[in-house]
């Protein structure tokens, strides 16, 4: 049971590339999101998705795009990396949507850190 | 504002003792409130949910408490081990507001099992 799947583990970008995260989950869960960590600021929500198709901002969505084609994908887009963007990203997924109500548990990738030159 | 406060930043005991971790919020309409240990390098892992109505719960080692009233938890580590090393992470979920997505988290406190 791989759980939620994230790619690359390590990536180093310049300035002004591009790139996208990937992020998989074989637990057929309808929620998945994408956060930052960076120290001393805890995770901070990037994107999220409620199911195939809908995406939605989170708290620091700016240079970040998302898609939802498949339930079980939901990549994480730099469209123009800057220092800023230096983090560690990790993808999660839960069974149920968190205002929902429900206690879902939210699982969490392994984290992709990025390092932007 | 939603916020989640946790306490201390940073803690450093000897393996088998007790410790005793701090969280408090103010996260309005509270739906639950969840644990997560993160080792480093690594991501977090949920050890507990609690709801508004559970007031203590365990996993092995690990005994959450919640105090709906007066907006606060705790995450006791009884006999600690060397593998308990890690930062540990409150996460509060309301049904609206917080994070965009209901959720909002703590920085986390960061634990040294010294044997």
């Known amino acids: 049971n791989a759980g939620v799947t994230q790619t690359p583990k390590f990536q180093v970008l310049k300035t002004g590339q591009s790139m996208t995260l990937q992020c998989a989950q074989d637990?057929?869960?309808?929620?998945m999101s994408w956060y930052r960590q960076d120290p001393g600021m805890g995770l901070r929500l990037i994107h999220y998705?409620?199911?195939?198709?809908?995406?939605d901002q989170g708290e620091v969505p700016n240079g970040y795009n998302v898609s939802r084609s498949t339930t079980e994908d939901f990549p994480l887009r730099l469209l123009s990396a800057a220092p800023s963007q230096t983090s560690v990203y990790f993808c999660?997924?839960?069974?149920?949507?968190?205002?929902?109500?429900?206690?879902?548990?939210?699982?969490f990738g392994e984290g992709s850190r990025l390092t932007v030159l | 504002k939603n916020q989640v406060e946790q306490s201390p930043q940073s803690l450093i005991i000897l393996e088998g003792k007790n410790c005793t971790l701090q969280?408090?919020?103010?996260?309005?309409?509270?739906?639950?409130l969840r644990w997560y240990k993160q080792d480093t390098g690594r991501g977090p892992v949920s050890l507990t949910i609690?709801?508004?109505?559970?007031n203590t719960k365990s996993n092995g080692r690990y005994t959450a408490t919640l105090d709906a009233d007066t907006k606060q938890s705790s995450l006791h580590i009884t006999a600690s081990q060397l593998s308990d090393s890690a930062s540990y992470i409150c996460?509060?979920?309301?049904?609206?507001?917080?994070?965009?997505?209901?959720?909002?988290f703590g920085k986390g406190t960061h634990l040294i099992i010294q044997p």
């Open positions: 999660a997924s839960s069974y149920s949507i968190p205002t929902s109500g429900g206690p879902g548990e939210l699982f």
């Open positions: 637990m057929n869960h309808e929620y």
């Open positions: 998705s409620v199911g195939a198709g809908i995406t």
């Open positions: 969280c408090n919020y103010t996260v309005s309409p509270f739906s639950n």
């Open positions: 609690m709801t508004f109505s559970e």
């Open positions: 996460v509060v979920s309301a049904y609206s507001g917080g994070g965009a997505d209901g959720l909002t």
